[in-house]
């Protein structure tokens, strides 16, 4: 029973620690406003890269910097 649970912990815990830091791709905030998409960008929780017609309508709607007022 110890050998099985010490050879499965290693491989559960070793790929789960390194992808939360990494930024894999720029939130669609950034995209359309052409910045570097940093760890703690405010925008990243509401506007994913996969939704940017999101951030384009409250773009419109807002502007850019106060979207990222009422954010922060």
Same mark, same amino acid.
């Given at each position: 029973?110890?050998?099985?649970?010490?050879?499965?912990?290693?491989?559960? #815990? #070793?790929?789960?620690?390194?992808?939360?830091?990494?930024?894999?791709?720029?939130?669609? #905030?950034? *995209?359309?406003?052409?910045?570097?998409?940093?760890?703690?960008?405010?925008?990243?929780?509401?506007?994913?890269?996969?939704?940017?017609? *999101?951030?384009?309508? #409250?773009?419109?709607?807002?502007?850019?910097?106060?979207?990222? *007022?009422?954010?922060?």
């Amino acid at each position: 029973i110890n050998a099985s649970s010490s050879q499965s912990s290693p491989s559960f #815990a #070793a790929p789960q620690s390194p992808p939360p830091p990494v930024v894999l791709s720029p939130c669609a #905030a950034c *995209k359309i406003l052409r910045r570097r998409c940093v760890e703690k960008c405010v925008l990243a929780p509401y506007f994913p890269p996969t939704e940017p017609q *999101k951030f384009v309508i #409250a773009h419109r709607v807002f502007g850019a910097s106060n979207i990222i *007022k009422f954010l922060q």
